[in-house]
């Protein structure tokens, strides 16, 4: 079983729907990162959270550190919000480092 | 502007050479972090670098070299004895390591080897 797993594995909507993309983890975390990858393979930090919930434009992030579980969600979706979405946690033991879920691809349709 | 340039975006090497990609950031970095991406897997750390002069092995550094003789170049070597070296490879850097340090990413190199 991955330490991180993401669901769905693949996502398509229409363009003004509201999404969800979930992350479960199994090990106690220092910090959740959500980032996103555009076709051309490029890595953008969206969020880094260590509880609560965090909202930047139409990006809103939780976290429930209790429930070892974090949710995306895009509000008023659009074309250009299609992309792959990776959850990656930061262990708080050990070395600290990053380990990644293997991605939700958004698909909007206009 | 300040980030992460990684070169070239595209790679083709033949089996049996050994070839290096590059990674530059002009953020003041002092950590600095290579990952490779394959389909259907999550990223995984190849190699990690947090000061000048000082890298660390991660989880499949075996058929990879890497040095790190200034602060804001970390270049990374898939040698022959990398036994599936095509993939897409990632460079990223953060303020140091510590737990609270978002990392930033580079835009990546694919690498086919033919």
């Known amino acids: 079983k991955n330490e991180v797993e993401q669901s769905p594995q693949n996502l398509t909507a229409q363009e003004g729907e509201f999404i969800t993309i979930n992350c479960s983890y199994s090990?106690?975390?220092?910090?959740l990162h959500w980032l996103q990858q555009h076709p051309g393979g490029g890595i953008v930090s969206l969020f880094m959270?260590?509880?609560g919930k965090k909202k930047h434009g139409r990006l809103i992030a939780t976290i429930n550190i209790q429930e070892k579980h974090s949710s995306l969600h895009i509000t008023a979706s659009h074309p250009r919000d299609s992309a792959v979405y990776i959850c990656a946690v930061r262990a708080n033991f050990g070395n600290e480092k990053l380990t990644f879920g293997t991605g939700t691809r958004l698909t909007i349709i206009p | 502007d300040g980030g992460i340039t990684q070169s070239p975006k595209y790679l083709f090497r033949k089996e049996g050479q050994n070839v290096t990609l590059s990674c530059e950031q002009n953020l003041n970095h002092d950590a600095m972090y290579w990952y490779r991406q394959d389909p259907g897997q999550g990223l995984r750390l190849i190699y990690y670098?947090?000061?000048?002069?000082?890298?660390q092995k991660g989880d499949i550094a075996e058929g990879y070299s890497v040095s790190r003789e200034k602060k804001e170049s970390f270049p990374l070597t898939v040698t022959s004895a990398q036994k599936n070296p095509t993939a897409f490879y990632l460079c990223?850097?953060?303020?140091?390591?510590?737990?609270?340090?978002?990392?930033?990413f580079g835009p990546g190199t694919r690498l086919t080897v033919l």
């Open positions: 670098s947090q000061i000048v002069n000082d890298f």
């Open positions: 990223a850097s953060s303020i140091s390591r510590g737990r609270h340090n978002e990392q930033f």
């Open positions: 959270l260590s509880s």
């Open positions: 090990v106690g975390i220092s910090a």
